[in-house]
């Protein structure tokens, strides 16, 4: 409503200077403000609440199973995740079609950070532990595998030129049925 208002007063402030810019008058240029891209932080905890609030822990006949999912995809021109694929399996076929089924489902991941454009390639690491003992058992396997990964990465390329870290480490875990 408040929008509706603001374009309604713009419309008879415009109309005056448009019929006086005929007389040579001097012309007066309006843009639009434009708001900031969101930054890196902001965008992966926005995200990261829009994934948590989507994902919901499969039904299991056998009993809750853990694991630790990681989803690759990329952002479409419209800014609905595309190109979804498993990268990594938690072992359960519930878990990696819950953790698809969260990802497809998240509706824009727009407005993107600055300097990341349509097409960069994402990954989503979503852990499903049924206790907390559990959850910070596969955070602990997370950090050690970003620590080797960086320690690799780092002897390829002659020097630590990029670091991988975990973002979002909470104590309690965010998903929830």
Known sequence: MKLLFCLCLAVPLLLPAASRAQSSAPSIDVTAPTTAPPTLDRWVERTGNILSNRLRYP?????PEEGIVQVKFACSDSGAPAGIALLNSSGSRQLD?????AIQSIPTLHPLPAGIGAGQNYVATIL?????????????DLRRQALDNNARFARRAGGPAMAIAL???PDTPRAAN
């Open 128 to 140: 499903f532990a049924t206790s907390q003992a559990s959850y910070k058992r596969q955070i602990r």
């Open 97 to 101: 079609k819950a953790a698809m089924r």
């Open 59 to 63: 039904t299991i006949l056998s009993g």
């Open 167 to 169: 973002l979002d480490t």
